[in-house]
Nanobody, 129 residues
């Protein structure tokens, strides 16, 4: 059973940066590299949406248009941790951010909530104007 724990959220001003971390447990390093990962966010009154995705067994990434060029998704296999570096934050980035995972051995990207069986508890990001 894969467990995910997010950290790194907080209150920042527009233009600032934050780095979210998602530490995984219940998986070996060998298994970790075969996890496809996703960062989702949910703002009050809105649906949970995919922000970025990272394929298992590779470096393929996807970013939603709203964050492309500002956010970077990366993986540290030595620490079984993934990161979302968020730069040039905007008030509209305010949301609870969730890390999600699924096993993947073919290097696919996954785009919908239903495709991820494992979820973290979320971390709040608030960007003031």
């Amino acid at each position: 059973q894969v467990q995910l724990v997010e950290s790194g959220g907080g209150l920042v001003q527009a233009g600032d940066s934050l780095r979210l971390s998602c530490a995984t447990s219940g998986t070996s390093r060998r298994t970790f590299i075969h996890l496809a990962m996703g960062w989702f966010r949910q703002a009050p009154g809105k649906e949970r949406e995919l922000v970025a995705a990272l394929a298992g067994s590779g470096t393929n990434t996807y970013y939603t248009a709203a964050v492309k060029g500002r956010f970077t998704f990366s993986r540290d296999s030595a620490l079984n941790t993934v990161y979302l570096q968020m730069n040039s934050l905007k008030p509209e980035d305010t949301a609870v951010y969730y890390c999600a995972a699924r096993e993947d051995f073919i290097g696919n990207l996954y785009y919908t909530r239903g495709q991820y069986p494992y979820w973290g508890q979320g971390t709040q990001v608030t960007v003031s104007s």
